[in-house]
């Protein structure tokens, strides 16, 4: 194979992958503004509404005042992040109920973080598996962005004139 189309192909690939980590980046740095988090559902407590290793949006903007019987709500349950389904609203906590076990519990405002926007099942645990790497992964999105700053050998047409109007040494 001709060695041109070979370089030429790698640079291709090398291309759509910047711009690939580059509009993940600016996903990610909008949806923090807009007060979006992600939320991976560890558990099978929402199953079948969320699955279990679905990656959750969360409106963290979101009051208690917002949310009505129906919402899923996420919370602190002691250490844990959780979520569960708003059953009882009233004007200073929320009551939540597992749709696994049908157990209840009680949400304040210092317990809430926001109430779901949008799941997207199997997509979470692939995330936790990145996330342990995640130095890995920004070292390797650093090095892709300042590689492809580097410039790729192309003569420039400054350089060309300079090189034709250069006195030749014999």
Same mark, same amino acid.
Request: aromatic share 4%.
């Given at each position: 194979m001709n060695k041109r189309v070979i370089?030429?192909?790698?640079?291709?690939?090398?291309?759509v992958l910047c711009c690939v980590v580059i509009v993940i980046g600016i996903i990610g740095l909008v949806g923090v503004v807009m007060g979006i988090r992600p939320f991976v559902m560890i558990s099978e407590s929402?199953?079948?509404?969320v699955l279990?290793?679905?990656?959750?949006?969360?409106d963290t903007r979101?009051?208690?005042n917002d949310v009505v019987v129906g919402d899923n709500v996420a919370y602190l349950?002691?250490?844990?992040?959780?979520?569960?389904k708003c059953v009882a609203v009233s004007p200073d906590e929320l009551t939540v109920c597992s749709l696994a076990?049908?157990? #209840?519990? /009680?949400?304040?405002?210092s317990t809430y973080l926001g109430k779901q926007v949008l799941a997207v099942p199997s997509v979470g645990v692939r995330i936790r598996e990145i996330a342990k790497y995640?130095?890995?992964?920004?070292?390797i999105a650093g090095l892709l962005v300042v590689a492809g700053c580097i410039p790729r050998g192309k003569k420039?047409?400054?350089?060309?004139?300079? #090189?034709? /109007?250069?006195p030749q040494s014999t």
């Open positions: 370089i030429s192909t790698l640079a291709n690939i090398f291309t929402m199953h079948p509404e279990k290793n679905s990656l959750v949006l969360l979101s009051k208690m349950l002691g250490k844990v992040e959780a979520m569960h076990d049908n157990g #209840e519990s /009680t949400v304040t405002p995640k130095w890995i992964v920004i070292v420039t047409q400054k350089m060309k004139t300079a #090189e034709k /109007t250069a």
